[in-house]
């Protein structure tokens, strides 16, 4: 590995013909994602013309356009169809789904759950931020019951969704949580949903005190990442504590890890077989 | 279904020929969802692809995700399609949207069955045509084909890829359940029969790439993703480099190049076909299986004296207008039979321009228009 | 070996109930036409639920020249494997087309021009095989057809059909030949064609 400075990575893998600034907002966890994402390809040494980014709508979805890449952007909901398409095509490219929460779980949450029953070999990271973010702050299927947003004005009376057992349900290969905040821990599960065999989701949580934090009663963004520290505990501590300690805490770390090989692993398996019979038949 | 070796003749469904044609014009890819009447394409596909030396079929949930596939395998660099039907065409329009914007070649063809919603499932109609045009979103330019008999629907299934991979253009190719449904005997082409056309990808070295130049043809080349061109896709308005922009200057150029594109090569896509046309008073203009009908009506008016002639549309959009305006020379009378309430006879109006008497027959209860009905009116002059 | 006999628009219909093998009838015998024979043929189907029950159609339009109309209108054989069928579709059929009844099905022929046979007893007695029975109609119909090589369809049905049913359909189809032979009489008389020199 080179010997590098973070930030110095972080400019070989940016574009340098891409106009800035990006569209994010001071405070967004976004960028933490979008860096975590680059030291992880860096420090797994995958080139850059195997990594292919394919990314929804939404703040997430915008941060594919920025860097050097294969990347696309999608529409709502479907970046996974996309990567499907893409990872049949040629198993060799790493096919990392960037989604928001609304992007994936609403919309997208037929995809998601087909993505992850039929196992096909995509990293799909889940970028949580509680909130539709670039339409202006309207409740999303993450948005925790109770609290406000332009579209629940007097309160969620739904329940959120918990991406992890959705994930853990729909027979996904792989399932982890991570923070904005816990970042070591987030690049050490990314590194591992980029690896691993099959379908492997990450969901990250990751603040958005413009549309959500501030009307909510987060003062401001450092307040959100102070939550987040008090909030997350690792999983193994998690399953230790007793039903009253655990109260609003949230899990973080790996929730699921099976090895199965991916669909494309399994489909080229067949096809080989197929060709092999063929040729025997052909020889007679 | 029976094959026989030695004359490559087949008897098939139209949908057979459909997977036949688009094996020969080189599809490695098929992504979709079954309904009927199209699935007969998506089975056939599921059980050739997998045992085809470089072929990949995956069932998707649902519509959207299968066109989702279909342009994630075409810019992965395959020739990729999906098939569908009535509903299924509707909720692939979001993605058809994105293949334009993307300029991501891949072909889709929609068996047409009765609508609107769930409609008549197993019974034709065409009553999908202006929304092939116009169903996504947006000013889009789109290539339109229809095919009318089984040897067309392999026939037109080539040109669809053809054209898709020449303009990088999605391509809809429509026929309806009848040719969907019908087995016929066809003859399947040797290799090299066929002019098969593949993308042009880039020769300049990849820092010199701009996935969305501006070029003589308005096609920029296209490299498969992964092979050290490394860009960036969007279905934003984007510039060259293909960065989302809302410059008036950088979307105007785009949007002009899209639809140049498949204008100036109006010769090369639009096709039509004429029977007995060169000195009739009556012209038939139909398409699909509307235009078997229509042909046997156009040979019994003939026989009693009529001249009558039929001018098949092949391609429906852009509409093949320099091919009408030259009947129109000679032609009293326009007869158009469509089984919707009146689609294509909009265009045929508009190019006319009052010239020509146009007089529709509308048939909207599953059942297809017979000879005889348009024989009548071919017979009114 | 006959010569291909001229055909302008010959249209057949196989009609009866889902279950009864009428799609594979007609498949099998377009495919024998088409490949076998050399003639232009379009088939067309009942799709939907009722292709697998209640009642099913199968029709080929047979002819020397391009078929423009790909469906079936104007019957010249009528093949009704049972009554709702036979009742159906009996006004379709063309003045001097022939009508073919499943003779213990049909109780009720609408007419006293009528062809029939036992084709399901047959199939279930001499074949032991009571879904044979479409082929045994299949072999009878190719003795009744002016245009059609017993040789020709019976090697074409054995191309289409798969290896493990191929022979108990043989016997099918050349029992369906022999008793056609017995009962209906020779072709050319049924459709009223002078024979052959």
């Known amino acids: 590995m080179n010997e590098v400075t973070g930030n110095e990575i972080i400019h070989q893998y940016l574009r340098h013909n891409k106009k800035f600034p990006h569209v994010l907002c001071a405070g967004c966890g976004h960028g933490i994602v979008l860096g975590s994402l680059i030291r992880s390809v860096h420090s797994l040494d995958i080139p850059k013309d195997d990594v292919v980014i394919v990314a929804g709508i939404g703040c997430s979805g915008r941060l594919a356009v920025y860097v050097d890449f294969n990347t696309i952007h999608t529409t709502h909901g479907r970046a996974l169809t996309f990567a499907t398409g893409i990872k049949m095509s040629n198993p060799k490219l790493k096919v990392i789904c960037i989604m928001g929460d609304g992007d994936a779980l609403s919309i997208g949450g037929n995809h998601l759950i087909h993505a992850a029953r039929r196992n096909i070999g995509v990293t799909a990271l889940i970028l949580n931020n509680n909130i539709y973010g670039m339409t202006g702050g309207q409740s999303s299927p993450a948005t925790p019951s109770g609290s406000t947003s332009m579209t629940a004005p007097f309160g969620q009376l739904e329940e959120s969704f918990d991406t992890v057992s959705l994930g853990q349900g729909a027979g996904a290969n792989y399932v982890a949580r991570g923070t904005v905040f816990h970042v070591q821990k987030l690049e050490r599960l990314m590194c591992e949903a980029i690896t691993k065999p099959g379908f492997n989701m990450l969901e990250v949580l990751t603040p958005c005190h413009t549309q959500y934090g501030r009307k909510n009663k987060f003062k401001g963004p450092v307040d959100m990442y102070k939550w987040l520290k008090k909030t997350a505990v690792p999983v193994e501590r998690y399953q230790e504590m007793k039903e009253e300690q655990r109260g609003d805490r949230i899990p973080i770390g790996v929730f699921t890890d099976k090895g199965n090989p991916g669909l494309e692993e399994r489909y080229f398996g067949l096809k080989k077989e197929l060709l092999a019979k063929q040729q025997a038949a052909e020889g007679k | ?381 | 070996m006959k010569q291909p006999m001229e055909l302008q628009r010959f249209e057949i219909r196989f009609s009866g109930l889902g279950g009864q093998g009428i799609i594979t009838l007609g498949k099998v015998m377009g495919a024998g036409l088409a490949l076998g024979h050399g003639y232009n043929v379009t088939q067309t189907q009942s799709y939907g639920p009722e292709a697998r029950g209640g009642s099913s159609r199968c029709d080929l339009v047979v002819s020397s020249g391009r078929i423009s109309f790909p469906k079936a209108e104007s019957l010249d054989l009528l093949v009704a494997l049972s009554q709702e069928a036979c009742n159906a579709y009996y006004p379709y059929l063309k003045p001097g087309g022939v009508l073919v009844i499943e003779s213990d099905i049909v109780k009720q022929p609408p007419t006293n021009h009528y062809l029939g046979l036992p084709f399901t007893q047959l199939a279930k007695d001499k074949v032991g095989i009571v879904q044979a029975m479409n082929t045994v109609v299949l072999g009878a119909l190719t003795h009744l057809l002016p245009f059609t090589v017993q040789r020709v369809m019976r090697k074409s049905m054995e191309e289409t059909l798969p290896a493990k049913i191929r022979a108990v359909n043989v016997k099918a189809f050349n029992l369906g030949h022999r008793e056609a032979k017995k009962h209906f009489g020779e072709s050319p008389e049924v459709w009223g064609v002078a024979p052959e020199e």
């Open chain 2, 1 to 381: 279904m029976a094959r026989r070796k030695k004359k490559q003749e087949i008897f098939a469904l139209g949908n057979e020929a459909v997977v036949e044609g688009a094996l020969i014009a080189g599809c490695t890819f098929y992504g979709g969802y079954p309904i009927t009447p199209s699935s007969e394409i998506m089975e056939i596909m599921a059980s050739r692809l997998p045992a085809h030396e470089d072929g990949v079929f995956v069932q998707m949930e649902d519509e959207i995700a299968s066109m989702g596939a279909v342009i994630g395998a075409s810019l992965a660099g395959r020739k990729a399609m999906t098939a569908t039907s009535g509903p299924g065409f509707s909720l692939m329009q979001e993605h058809l949207g994105y293949a334009c914007m993307a300029e991501a070649p891949c072909v889709l063809v929609n068996v047409m069955r009765g609508g609107p919603s769930t409609g008549l499932p197993t019974s034709p109609a065409q009553g999908d045509v202006l929304q092939a045009r116009w169903g996504t979103h947006g000013d889009h330019p789109i290539i339109v084909l229809s095919a009318a008999d089984v040897q067309e629907c392999l026939e037109m299934t080539i040109k669809a890829f053809n054209m898709a991979e020449k303009y990088r253009t999605p391509v809809i190719l429509l026929i309806d359940e009848i040719t969907a449904h019908t087995r016929e005997k066809i003859e399947l082409p040797n290799p090299g029969d066929y002019e098969i056309h593949s993308r042009v990808v880039p020769s300049m070295p990849p820092e010199w790439y701009k996935p969305y130049e501006e070029t003589v043809r308005g096609v920029p080349p296209m490299p498969p993703i992964g092979s050290g061109y490394r860009f960036h896709v969007t279905g934003l308005t984007h510039d060259r480099n293909g960065y989302p922009t809302s410059r008036p200057d950088e979307v105007d150029e785009l949007m002009q190049r899209m639809h140049r594109k498949i204008d100036q090569f109006f010769y090369d896509i639009q096709l039509t076909e004429e029977t007995t046309c060169d000195d009739a008073d009556v012209v038939v203009v139909a398409y699909g299986s509307v235009a078997r009908s229509a042909e046997f009506a156009v040979q019994q008016a003939r026989e009693s004296g009529v001249k009558a002639g039929l001018l098949k549309l092949q391609t429906l959009f852009p509409y093949p207008r320099r091919a009408m305006e030259k009947l129109l020379a000679h032609a009293r009378t326009l007869v158009v039979p469509e089984m919707n309430m009146g689609q294509i006879s909009r265009e045929v109006k508009r190019v006319n321009m009052g010239r020509a008497s146009v007089r529709t027959i509308n048939r909207v209860d599953g059942q297809i228009i017979t000879p005889s009905e348009i024989l009548k009116v071919i017979m009114q002059g």
